[in-house]
């Protein structure tokens, strides 16, 4: 496992039964974890409540921060604030519940780990919570941000629906044309 994600373990075999508070930070260094991620940079705060019982764990998770992200429309990066908050089960067990199998706020571990990484759910969720569309003027950000160069130019290679249809020649014209030009 990364360094990163080695951030967000919890070791959970030495917890009392009950309930304890876990806060960690999210940076750059977990977006850059994940390849494909449509998050650049970030600066987040997560607080996770954990109630310990005998086999399982119930984590109330809280994050809140900004993220960097791209824009739409001029495709410069661009912050906005985002929250999330989740539950997430981890039943300790060695057999696996089949019908609880396809749920991504249920986790298994088997009763012989002893920690579990919340790296991995924890991007997830600032990916879910972030809209799906994202653009200068949302959030409270500004339009007056937006790159206009840039608008103008993805303007220019947008397909103009005018300009698609072909023009209506006559070639019997066009060469009546060229002779003419030849002419002179
Ligand atoms: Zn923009």
Redesign the pocket.
Same mark, same amino acid.
């Given at each position: 496992m990364s360094k990163i994600l080695n951030r967000y373990l919890v070791q959970f075999k030495g917890l009392a039964v009950g309930q304890h508070v876990f806060s960690y930070d999210v940076d750059k260094a977990l977006f850059d974890e994940f390849e494909a991620s449509d998050i650049t940079d970030g600066s987040l705060s997560v607080e996770v409540i954990l109630n310990k019982l005998s086999n399982m764990l119930e984590l109330d998770v809280y994050i809140e921060g900004d993220v960097e992200v791209k824009?739409d429309?001029?495709l410069?990066p661009?912050t906005i604030p985002t929250q999330f908050e989740g539950k997430l089960i981890v039943r300790i067990s060695d057999s696996v519940d089949e019908s609880e199998n396809d749920n991504d706020e249920i986790l298994y571990v088997s009763s012989n780990e002893h920690e579990i990484s919340l790296g991995q759910y924890i991007y997830e969720s600032i990916c879910l919570s972030i809209p799906i569309q994202r653009?200068?003027g949302m959030l409270g950000t500004s339009t007056d &941000?937006? &790159?206009s160069e840039m608008l103008t130019h993805l303007n220019m290679l947008a397909p103009n629906d005018e300009e698609k249809e072909e023009p209506d020649t006559d070639s019997r014209w066009d060469k009546l044309k060229d002779l003419m030009n030849n002419k002179n």
């Open positions: 824009c429309r001029c410069e661009f653009y200068h &941000d937006c &790159d």
